[in-house]
């Protein structure tokens, strides 16, 4: 298939186009390739994947634009028949979003209106999209799931993920555009984002410098290593959104719809503690941290656990790669990228 996904200079964009190359599609990756965090990472994975593509059965190539260009992405659209669209890319980090709003709104509610735009006047096969764990906000029962409201974000930025879903609904609805959010929960592995806690954590460990430990280190957390996100996102990109023939508009399931429309939790379903998380990063290390504790921050959620049933019972997956095999491979990353 041709395949565009948006995000390919990001971490999950980046694996995500790498195995679709793999398994031999036709990727187009589209990114602005901003300053977020060092662009350099971000060239690297571009380089990464243009050196796969000349020996994968599947071809690579990059658009370097913006999705908050209307003009852009529709000639991205008009010079390539995609049979799916995987959107990826967003502006992420919950922090920066209560200092820089403005960047969420332009890349992930113009951003997407944009992609959501041209799928339809290009009447794409299926749109698989990414969410986040953090639009359960408030909601305190464990594990999360789907059918449990999520109309209460914490932050800004899972507000304009949100959005998204609300956004991909009404335009399953009004034009039958086939439509899947997944929510990622706390995605780590190679090539990660150097604003994440476990990028933090070992570049610091290594340093011997402190590293700050919010929450006093009892925050819970799905991780999630980015090869089961990925096998994921495949899988349910391959599986096109269909409505949901019992849905009930007198008990209407968020997860679902008359309209071809899917949300689906994509998480670990065994919830680690960051205290654990660490202990994991110093044994992959060598080291130990030295930790500075602090109370919980404006806008973090306290815990995240993903039940992912639903997802399990569509594409027969589910993620299952243990905490220390995913750091160590995360850390192995880190030496060699670094030279260490």
């Not at 990114?31 to 060239?43: I, Q």
């Not at 370097?64 to 003009?71: C, G, H, N, S």
């Not at 969420?104 to 290009?122: P, Q």
């Not at 019992?246 to 998480?267: L, V």
Request: charged content about 20%; aromatic content about 12%; proline content about 6%.
């Amino acid at each position: 298939m041709r395949v565009l996904v948006t995000g390919a200079a990001g971490f999950i964009g980046f694996h995500t186009a790498a195995a679709l190359v793999r398994r031999g599609d036709d990727v187009v990756g589209f990114d602005v390739v901003n300053d977020y965090y060092d662009p350099a990472l971000k060239e690297a994975r571009l380089a990464l994947l243009e050196r796969l593509a000349d020996d994968a059965p599947g071809s690579f190539t990059f658009i370097r634009a913006d999705l908050a260009d209307p003009a852009a992405v529709d000639a991205c659209f008009a010079d390539h028949a995609f049979d799916r669209v995987i959107h990826l890319a967003a502006q992420a980090g919950v922090r920066y979003s209560l200092d820089n709003p403005r960047a969420y709104v332009a890349s992930n509610i113009v951003g997407f209106t944009h992609i959501l735009e041209a799928c339809r006047a290009h009447k794409i096969a299926h749109l698989t999209y990414a969410s986040t764990s953090s639009v359960y906000g408030g909601n305190t029962h464990m594990p999360f799931v789907e059918t449990n409201g999520a109309d209460h974000p914490l932050q800004f930025y899972a507000a304009t993920k949100r959005a998204n879903e609300l956004m991909a609904h009404s335009y399953s609805h009004l034009f039958g555009l086939p439509t899947t959010g997944l929510r990622f929960f706390t995605v780590y592995g190679p090539w990660g984002r150097p604003d994440m806690s476990p990028y933090l954590f070992t570049k610091a460990i290594f340093a011997g410098e402190p590293i700050q430990v919010f929450n006093f280190g009892h925050h819970s957390r799905d991780f999630t290593y980015v090869d089961d996100i990925v096998e994921g996102v495949v899988r349910i990109s391959d599986q096109i959104a269909k409505p949901n023939l019992d849905w009930d508009s007198d008990a209407p399931d968020p997860s679902t719809s008359s309209a071809p429309f899917r949300i689906y939790n994509i998480g670990n379903n065994n919830p680690v503690v960051l205290a654990d998380y660490i202990a994991a990063i110093e044994n992959a290390v060598g080291k130990k941290a030295v930790l500075e504790m602090l109370p919980l921050q404006p806008g973090d959620v306290p815990d995240t656990s993903a039940d992912v049933t639903a997802l399990v019972a569509a594409i027969g997956y589910k993620p299952s790669t243990p905490i220390q095999v995913g750091v160590n491979a995360f850390v192995d990353w880190y030496r060699q990228y670094h030279g260490l």
